[in-house]
């Protein structure tokens, strides 16, 4: 049976003492008055080490040598444990170090690697990564409208963006687009180019934080490119990346990305299905009605089984995914997608669950389970619908041989 360590356990504690003295009393500011979250960040980074030792990773990396142990459990503990009271700071995180600076380490040249990846992983700089458009949804590279024309020294961009994490606030931007070359080919069959972009390039617009259901904790926002001129070297050229031409071309980096993405939603919804429970058990045994505990009827003890029963899946499912990883390998996109549609489902079913326990409170936002509902919702859509991760899975499936 798969399990945590003393040294992963010690890890978790630790985590949890900073975010209960950092986090729990700004939730407020966070979550209602649009506090962004990258101070914290960086003072978790600053307090643990996080930040140089991701760099000692990345040389490592860039010199050949094999990376240290225990990445996976470094990675994903702090999303684990932020997510217990604020999901979006987690995302804000992921999107900023395993989206952004991830996808420059995958398609990136070293060049590339070295100008912009050390900013990312030390906190220096904010990462957003640009996919979702207003008119694509799930089919996001088939009904990608953004374009890349080759000009003379460099490409001209254009194109909008939605729904992108850290979009208000980045400093560097991984920027996914059609190549626009003049050639007889349908848009939806058109290469996919990935570009480096830094904040304030001339042409380019980054709006306000959005409005949303939940997880306000990640500032969420849109872009706008009109005529964004960058040369040659903003371009990443992966091993599989079309350049100049080429027909149907899928972006082997940005499906890698999508995989990380899923997987990592498990780490989000352990966060939040353990302080549901925790704060659903503590409920049970204070809140009286009918001069009992509510903890002693057995519809409420129900709830709380299953609620066990999810945790201890989803435990299992990231425990599993952190021992692949420190073994070298990698899950498929089906099997991502497998962990992400459980453990979205799983958090969605005890958070909604967590509000009926907490009856007519539950339901007030000033209770922290108000918050975790909406927040929860969100697994359910980004990184790919539900819908979407069931394609993948079945897909898969009926293609294997």
């Not at 980096?253 to 549901?276: D, H, K, P, W, Y």
């Not at 049970?284 to 299953?306: C, E, H, N, T, W």
């Not at 539900?386 to 293609?399: P, V």
Request: proline share 5%; with cysteine; net charge neutral.
């Amino acid at each position: 049976m798969l399990c945590w360590t003393e040294e992963q356990l010690m890890y978790r504690h630790a985590v949890r003492r900073f975010v209960e003295a950092k986090v729990a009393p700004k939730r407020e500011a966070l979550e209602f008055e649009g506090l962004p979250p990258y101070d914290i960040l960086r003072q978790f980074y600053d307090e643990f080490g996080v930040g140089t030792a991701a760099m000692e990773r990345f040389e490592a990396s860039m010199s050949g040598r094999e990376m240290p142990p225990r990445f996976a459990a470094e990675k994903l503990i702090p999303l684990i444990e932020f997510s217990r009271y604020c999901p979006g700071i987690a995302v804000a995180l992921g999107t900023s170090i395993d989206l952004t600076a991830g996808a420059i380490l995958r398609g990136g040249t070293v060049e590339q690697k070295r100008r912009w990846v050390p900013d990312l992983l030390t906190l220096n700089k904010i990462g957003a990564w640009a996919i979702t458009e207003p008119e694509s949804g799930s089919d996001a590279f088939g009904s990608m409208r953004s374009t890349a024309r080759p000009v003379t020294g460099g490409w001209l961009l254009n194109g909008s963006k939605t729904f992108i994490s850290n979009g208000p606030y980045a400093d560097t931007l991984v920027f996914i687009c059609k190549l626009d070359d003049g050639a007889e080919v349908s848009p939806r069959h058109r290469p996919i180019l990935t570009f480096v972009l830094d904040r304030d390039m001339p042409g380019m617009y980054q709006s306000k934080p959005l409005r949303k259901m939940g997880q306000h904790s990640s500032p969420t926002g849109e872009f706008q490119l009109q005529d964004v001129f960058v040369q040659e070297d903003r371009l990443l050229r992966g091993p599989d990346r079309p350049i100049r031409g080429g027909e149907g071309a899928k972006d082997k980096s940005a499906t890698a990305t999508f995989a990380m993405e899923r997987a990592s939603v498990a780490a989000t919804a352990l966060g939040i299905v353990e302080r549901c429970l925790e704060l659903c058990i503590d409920y049970a045994r204070s809140r009286v009605q009918f001069g009992r505990p509510i903890g002693d009827y057995q519809l409420i003890q129900l709830k709380l089984a299953k609620m066990e029963v999810a945790r201890l899946n989803i435990e299992h499912l990231v425990l599993q995914y952190m021992a692949m990883a420190d073994a070298g390998a990698r899950p498929t996109l089906a099997e991502a997608s497998a962990v992400k549609l459980y453990a979205a489902q799983a958090a969605m079913d005890v958070a909604l669950e967590a509000v009926q326990v907490y009856g007519g409170n539950g339901y007030m936002a000033e209770n922290h389970v108000e918050q975790l509902c909406r927040d929860a919702k969100v697994l359910q859509i980004y990184g790919g619908t539900d819908e979407i991760q069931i394609r993948a899975i079945a897909k898969d499936l009926l293609n294997r041989n």
